[in-house]
C-alpha cells in the first residue's frame, strides 16, 4: 500500500490518535542482519504505519537495502519506504533499483540527493545522473507514474550546503511541484524550529505532509557526533541536563527517553498526525518512548488475526494457514511462496501442482558464526550428556526472567498466551515432552481481548487447546494408551523416517482458532492438516542437527544425544476438540508424571537406550527424575 493511503486511513479509522514509522540502516554483517530481522519482528508488535531503510552511497548497500525492504514486506506484515540516492547513480542504475522494486512489490521510495562518498569533500553529480533530488522525483514520477509514494527530505534547520534557509525552503516546494508525496524532517531537538518551519512552508504553498524526524539521544558521545555533523541546534537546557550525567550511559539513555516523549507530545499537541524514529537499529529506546506515549492500546487486542498478516499483495488475502509453523513464520512464508492458492487468499490448495515445500528452509536467524555458536551453548547447555540435561533447557525457556531466550523451534521469548499454560507445560517438558507449540482452549473471549483477541470489535473468539512436542518412542505409547477413550482428542506423530501415527481421518482439516464477527462468516484462521504436518516434520526434525547438535564437536557425546534424539524420537500433535472444558495438559501432565512414577503402563513399556561413547545413556522419560 501507498504510505499516503495508509495514512488517510488510519486517520479516519484513529482520529485521537497518532501514527508513527521507523528508520533503520543495512548492517555490515550477516549475524547483523539476522539480528535485525529479529528486531523486525519485536517492533512490528506496535504496530508501525511503515519501516523506511537507508541507501548506501552510490548503491554501496544497493541490494542489502532491497533484501531488507523486500524480507520486510513479504516475512514481517511491514510496509517499506525505500531509500534512493543520486549519488554516484546513473540513470541506469536508477532504473534498476526502481524496477526491482517494481517486481518485489515495493511501492515506497524515500528520494534524497544522498550525501558525498566518504572520499570526497564535496557532493558532484555522476556523468549520466542526476543532480537534485528534486530531479530525481521527477525522474520517477515520469518513468514510473504514480505506481511509486515518493517521500523527500525537509531541513527545519536549512540544508548543510545552503546557508540560505529561505532557498532552501523552496527546494521543498520545488519537490513537491515535481511529485513528492509527503516529506520527513532531518533530526531536530528544538520543536520550535520545527514549528516555524511548518508555517514558513505553509506559506509558500507546500501542502503535503511534513512529519518530524525524533532521533532519541542514546549516548553522550553519539549524541555529540551526530549533532556535530548535521549542525544540529541544541537547546541550552539539554545541554546543561546532559552534562553532570554524560558519562552514565543508563542515565543517558533515560533521559533521552524522557525528552523525546516530552517533545513528542508537545508535536502532537501542535496538530501533527505522525512521527517518525530515527532507531539507529535499536529498540529499546524507541519503544519505551511509544509505550511512554501511550501510542499504542495494550490494554485490548490490536491483532488482525492470530498472526501477523503478509503485506506483499500476492499474500495480502492470505487468511489461513497451518499451526506448525507459528513459531518459525518467515520459514512457512519461504517454503509456500510457490503455492498458487495465495492469491485466492487460502494457505494452499493440496491438489495443486504448486503445492510443495522447498529443500531449504530459513533458520531461527542464528548465525553459524563460532560468537552465535557460543551463545547457543551458553543458552542451550555446554555439555548436555542426558534427555533431563535437554528437558531442562526446555523447562528454562518457559521460566520467567531466563537466559534461554529461543529454541531452534522459536525464535522468540515465550508470548503472552503461552504464559498462562506455563504452570503445565514445564511439568510436561520434565516429564518427557518437549514442547514447541501450544495453546490453551478459549471458548468465546471478547475480540479485543489483550492475551487472546484478533480480528474486527464487538466480536469473540475462540481456540482449541493444542500441544506440538517432541518425545520418545516409549512416551509416544504410554500417551497414545492414555488417551485411549478420550473421543475429544485428536492427534498425529511422526518419526523422522516418516512413520506416523494418527486418528485422524484422511483429508481432514481441523481448525483450531476461529472468531465470529458481526455481519461476517466464520473465520478460521489456523488449522491442523495432516498434508502440512508431514511436510514441517522434515523442518523440525532438522533443527536439531543443524542448530542445536551443530554446536558441539563432532563424536561428542553431546552432538551424539542430539542425534538420537533426532534418528529415534517422533514428532507429536495434539488437539482437543473440546474447547469448553477440555483439559489436554492436565491429561498429557498425568500420564507422562505417572510414567515417571512407575505405574503399571509405565513399567509395562520397553526402554530404547542411546549408546554415546560405549556408553548407555537413558532417552526415555524415565532418565528425568
Known sequence: MKITDAMCEFEKANEDKAFFSFEFFPPKT??????????????????????DVTWGAGGSTA???????????????????????????????????????????????????????????????????????SDLVAYIRKNYGDFFCIAVAAYPEGHLENPDKEKDLQMLKVKQDAGADFAITQLFYDNEEYFAFLEKAKAIGVTIPILPGIMPIQSYQGFKK????????????IIDDLEPIKDDDQAVKDYGVKLAVEMCREILDHGVKGLHFYTLNLETSVMRIIEGMMLVDTHISNRVLPWRPSVHKKRSREDVRPIFWANRPRSYMQRT??????????????DSPAFDFADHYISSNVDPNETSMTHRREMWGEAPSSVADIAKVFCDYLSPATKVTRLPWCSDIIGDETSIIRKQLIPLNRNGCLTV????RVNAAI????????????????????????????????????????????????????????????GSVNAVTWGVFPCEEVKQPTVVDLVSFMAWKDEAFSLWKEEWGAIYPEGSPSRQLITTIHDSWYLVNIVDNNFVCGDLFGILVGITGRAKMGSPKANGSPKANGTINGTDNDVTTDGLV
Not at 536508477?94 to 550525501?115: F, P, Q
Not at 551526530?226 to 549542525?231: A, L, W
Not at 520418545?472 to 475429544?488: A, D, N, Q, V, Y
Open 337 to 350: 511462496a510457490a503455492w498458487d492458492e495465495f492469491p485466492n487468499g487460502r494457505w494452499g490448495n493440496r
Open 437 to 440: 507449540n501450544s495453546q490453551p
Open 63 to 133: 541490494q542489502r537495502t532491497l533484501e531488507l525492504c523486500t524480507n520486510a514486506l513479504k516475512y514481517h506484515g511491514l510496509e517499506p519506504l525505500m531509500h534512493l540516492t543520486c549519488t554516484n547513480m546513473q540513470k541506469e542504475m536508477l532504473d534498476s533499483a526502481l524496477k526491482e522494486c517494481v517486481e518485489h512489490g515495493i511501492t515506497n521510495i524515500l528520494a534524497l540527493r544522498g550525501d558525498p562518498p566518504k572520499d570526497q569533500e564535496r557532493w558532484t553529480a555522476v556523468e549520466g545522473g542526476l543532480e537534485h533530488a
Open 30 to 51: 550477516e549475524a547483523g542482519v539476522a539480528n535485525l530481522y529479529d528486531r523486525f519482528d519485536r517492533m512490528a508488535q506496535l504496530n508501525p504505519l511503515w519501516i
Open 226 to 237: 551526530m549533532t556535530t555533523f548535521c549542525k544540529t541546534k541544541v537547546p541550552q537546557h
Open 447 to 506: 475480540s479485543s481481548d489483550p492475551y487472546f483477541g484478533w480480528g474486527p470489535k464487538n466480536g469473540f473468539v475462540f481456540q482449541k487447546a493444542y500441544c506440538e512436542f517432541f518425545c520418545s518412542p516409549e512416551t509416544l505409547e504410554r500417551i497414545l494408551m492414555g488417551i485411549e477413550g478420550e473421543k475429544c482428542l485428536s492427534y498425529a506423530a511422526i518419526n523422522i523416517d516418516g512413520d506416523i501415527r494418527t486418528n485422524m481421518p484422511e
